[in-house]
């Protein structure tokens, strides 16, 4: 990887790119965000990609893109495409924990591939641990999110650790130092999937709009197929 956020990529698990979207490319998102939400949860969205169109050009955009290929060595996909919103009405906390599950059309026995779980309908299942680590994370905010905002917690480096039993996450919860991930609105939070990570409840809550895009590079194993898929890279608003 030879871009300046590269190495600090690969030693931590995370860094923030700054300013990757415009004023403008935000108001346009949050905009169809909010029209897209007001139809369920209005602080979440599970498989946006597939609900929102605006928001699958995005994460085939080539500057995302990119930033993909380069975190992966190698061609990247956007797999997975989540949006939430910490709100006075929906002020949640989440745990230490890896991502350790992709969205696939139907269960398939397959060596390797498991426990297998469902999600608002959606197939999820946990691949093999060498599989695991070829993801990347882009987290685009559309918010300002400070210490009071609820932001992202990391521990750095713990991505490098493989698959982490629940004793192993509470060894290394206290064993390490955490960081927390602080950006403004238009900022990418790029990360390794595997990387532990938490978040609090706002202590001021207010508007925290992410959208989170999962990129692949290798594809699942014959007969299985992703729940969404999009390849890049294309011309979009990026």
């Known amino acids: 990887m030879s ?12 860094t923030v790119i700054r300013g990757v979207i415009s004023r403008e490319q935000i108001a346009h998102l949050r905009g169809v965000l909010e029209e897209a939400a007001s139809a ?27 930033l993909a290929d380069e975190a992966l060595e190698g061609s990247a996909f956007v797999i997975r ?4 919103d910490k709100t006075p009405d929906a002020n ?7 991502d ?4 696939v059309t139907e269960r398939k026995d397959i060596a390797g591939f498991g426990p297998w779980s469902l ?15 070829r993801r990347f994370a882009i987290r ?26 629940a004793g192993d996450i509470e060894r290394f919860r206290v064993e390490r130092c955490e960081q927390q991930a602080l950006v403004a609105a238009g900022d990418a939070l790029v990360m390794s999937p595997m990387l532990l990570h938490a978040s609090s409840a706002a202590a001021v809550p207010g ?32």
């Open 92 to 98: 949640w906390l989440v745990p230490w924990h890896q």
């Open 140 to 165: 685009l905010h559309l918010d300002d999110c400070a210490e009071d905002n609820g932001p992202l917690r990391v521990l750095p480096g713990t991505h490098k650790l493989g698959r982490l039993s």
């Open 40 to 66: 369920g949860k209005p602080h979440a969205i599970r498989n946006v990609l597939n609900r929102v169109p605006d928001v699958c050009r995005l994460a085939m955009g080539c500057g995302l893109v990119r």
């Open 119 to 133: 999600k608002e309908g959606v197939t999820h299942v946990q691949p093999p641990e060498p599989w695991l680590s």
């Open 3 to 14: 871009a300046d956020w590269a190495t600090e990529f690969e030693e931590n698990g995370f």
């Open 207 to 238: 508007h925290r709009r992410v959208i989170h895009l999962e990129y692949a590079a290798d594809p699942p194993p014959t007969g299985m197929d992703w729940y969404e898929f999009a390849p890049g890279c294309v011309n979009s608003i990026l």
């Open 100 to 103: 350790l599950t992709i969205a």
């Open 81 to 84: 495409g989540l949006f939430f």
